[in-house]
């Protein structure tokens, strides 16, 4: 049953994603992933008149950029796991990191309009959901920071050959 074990390939794969494991930038973005889509569905964005907004509950709205913000969160999270999986190409790595910054700053400046915009504004409460981009920008730039620091490493160890 546990035969692919054994077999060669399956040997350099699970080496081959052992070693993407342990590099500190897959677990934030790993937690970038988790946070964009999953958080979304525990976190409310705001409360109306004792209606709690959630990210997905935007999808049945009738204007467009409200209908953007679920799409962007999961946009976020999608760029995250491929970037997970480029390890190898640390520029393509890093510029996607860029992606997700641009991504949830646009989230950011499209949750605050809406947030501005909300009917019943004396009575609406902002949710910690607001703030899921901040943390995914955060990370990101962390992220991005340990994608650098693999490279200028890579970099220095090529002069010395």
Do not use: C
Request: charged residues 20%; without cysteine.
């Amino acid at each position: 049953m546990f035969m692919f074990l054994f077999k060669k390939e399956s040997h350099n794969f699970v080496l081959r994603y052992n070693r993407m494991i342990q590099r500190i930038q897959s677990i934030y973005l790993l937690l970038i992933a988790i946070l964009s889509v999953g958080f979304i569905f525990i976190f409310k964005l705001w409360e109306v008149a004792n209606n709690k907004v959630f990210a997905y509950d935007l999808f049945s709205n009738e204007e467009t950029l409200s209908k953007l913000v679920p799409l962007l969160f999961i946009l976020s999270a999608f760029v995250a796991i491929v970037s997970i999986f480029q390890f190898r190409k640390r520029q393509l790595q890093f510029v996607l990191g860029r992606i997700i910054i641009l991504i949830n700053l646009f989230l950011l400046g499209i949750l605050i309009y809406l947030s501005l915009n909300l009917p019943g504004e004396v009575s609406s409460e902002k949710g910690i959901g607001m703030f899921i981009p901040t943390v995914v920008i955060l990370l990101s730039v962390i992220a991005n920071k340990a994608i650098k620091k693999d490279e200028d490493l890579v970099k220095s160890v090529d002069r010395l050959r």
